[in-house]
């Protein structure tokens, strides 16, 4: 049993799952994505953060920390640093459907729909957050602090970014809402409404 979040950046999906998680007294994975596979990699977790939501300079980082990391993940600075990015793709896939078989999980982002689309269809919903335009530059700019401009720059940049993280590593469009057994909306919904909708869902499956 897992219920995997996909969300539309400033859409609240990290608040959605958490609440999600809570009610129904399931395990929370995250941002301990990223420290679980920086933690096997031997890399820092910001490295991990960006070959989903990608820095213009993750080639150079990354292969500045794998030259310093443990000898089984090294790749010599010969080889493409796309090497380098998919054996982060793949320690990824492993802790998510690790995540997944100790199950009563919440997995955010990271690519675990797609990750767990063929491997556990009866024992997965596949949820994905979204919200309008405009409450998402307001949510942006409150939680960064930034002017209007920069908000939906960064609002479009960080959804773009995982939009080619997705087609690149699954070939799947992840703004497709034929993907998911839920869309929910939190510009209507809130993020109380559109936890108890997901948690409703489960619950109708006999996952409580």
Not at 1 to 15: D, F, K, L, P
Request: aromatic content about 6%; overall charge neutral.
């Amino acid at each position: 049993m897992v219920i995997t979040i996909t969300r539309q950046y400033g859409a609240g999906g990290s608040e959605v799952a958490r609440l999600t998680a809570e009610r129904l007294g399931w395990t929370l994975v995250d941002n301990a994505f990223v420290d679980e596979v920086a933690r096997r990699a031997g890399v820092p977790a910001e490295v991990v953060l960006a070959t989903e939501e990608r820095a213009p300079s993750l080639k150079e980082r990354l292969m500045r920390a794998l030259a310093s990391a443990s000898p089984e993940v090294f790749v010599p600075s010969a080889a493409p640093a796309e090497a380098d990015e998919e054996r982060l793709v793949r320690v990824t896939e492993r802790v998510i459907s690790e995540a997944a078989e100790a199950g009563r999980v919440v997995l955010v982002g990271r690519g675990a729909q797609f990750v767990l689309a063929s491997a556990a269809p009866e024992g997965a919903l596949h949820a994905c957050v979204v919200a309008p335009r405009g409450i998402r530059v307001a949510t942006i700019m409150k939680r960064e602090s930034l002017g209007a401009a920069e908000a939906e720059a960064l609002m479009s940049r960080t959804d773009a970014d995982r939009d080619r993280y997705v087609r690149r590593w699954y070939q799947r469009d992840r703004q497709d809402p034929a993907n998911y057994h839920l869309v929910v909306n939190t510009g209507w919904l809130g993020y109380e409404g559109a936890a108890e909708l997901i948690v409703g869902a489960a619950r109708r499956k006999g996952w409580d």
